[in-house]
């Protein structure tokens, strides 16, 4: 695991997983409709691994 | 470097019904990848806040030897000079011993002429005295 001390910024982690979202959509690999189900599988993993701090907005 | 766990990821996906099973390690190695790459600058950041943290510490002790190597400097000056200022109290103090010695040897000395001459003076006057009386 990449060694970063404390929650992640919440700016940080919607919009890399909006990216994830957007990019996997476009390679095919996700159905559109399932692709909200697949982002929420990884918020929870990054939740578990490092926190997101949702009063922060720095990226 | 991983950023989540992506076996873990895979499996509930997999689980869930989420995507076919094929695909389901590509797109978790693919948020993996996505989540390290905005991760970079703020473990950048940490590396940094860590190297500085470090600085810190190191910093402190350094100031902390310095400062017990001007007070151990400054103790062997103290006692330099407290050894230096015994060593010239000794030779004071031999000096005036031998003075005194020297002034006692100068005093037997002059006794000693004075008894002589003083001997000498009575003897001539004895011989005189006796040479005028018999004479």
């Known amino acids: 695991m990449r060694r970063v001390d404390g929650p992640l910024p919440e700016r940080l982690v919607e919009e890399t997983l909006a990216r994830f979202r957007r990019e996997a959509i476009a390679r095919g690999w996700v159905q559109e409709d399932k692709a909200d189900q697949v982002v929420e599988v ?6 578990e691994t490092y926190g997101i701090d949702r009063r922060s907005q720095d990226t | 470097m ?7 990821t895979r499996d509930s996906l997999i689980t869930q019904h989420l995507c076919p ?7 978790a190695v693919f948020a993996d990848e996505l989540l390290d790459e905005a991760m970079e600058p703020l473990a ?3 590396t940094l806040e860590a190297l500085i943290e470090q600085w810190r510490i ?10 017990q190597f ?3 400097v400054r103790k062997e000056i103290s006692d330099f000079r407290e050894e230096n200022n015994v060593r010239e109290r000794e030779r004071d103090e031999r000096e005036r011993q031998r003075a005194r010695d020297q002034e006692e040897r100068d005093a037997k000395l002059r006794g000693w002429v004075i008894g002589v ?3 000498g003076f009575s003897a001539t006057v004895l011989v005189s005295g006796l040479l005028i009386a018999f004479g």
Do not use: H, N, T
Not at chain 1, 42 to 47: A, G, I
Not at chain 2, 21 to 27: D, F, H, I, K, W
């Open chain 2, 117 to 119: 001459v003083g001997l």
């Open chain 2, 70 to 72: 001007m007070a151990d």
């Open chain 1, 42 to 47: 990884v918020r929870e993993q990054v939740e």
């Open chain 2, 44 to 46: 950048r950041k940490d």
């Open chain 2, 2 to 8: 991983a950023s989540i766990d992506v076996l873990k």
């Open chain 2, 21 to 27: 099973e094929s695909m389901a390690e590509p797109l």
């Open chain 2, 58 to 67: 190191e910093r402190a002790e350094i100031a902390a030897q310095q400062a």
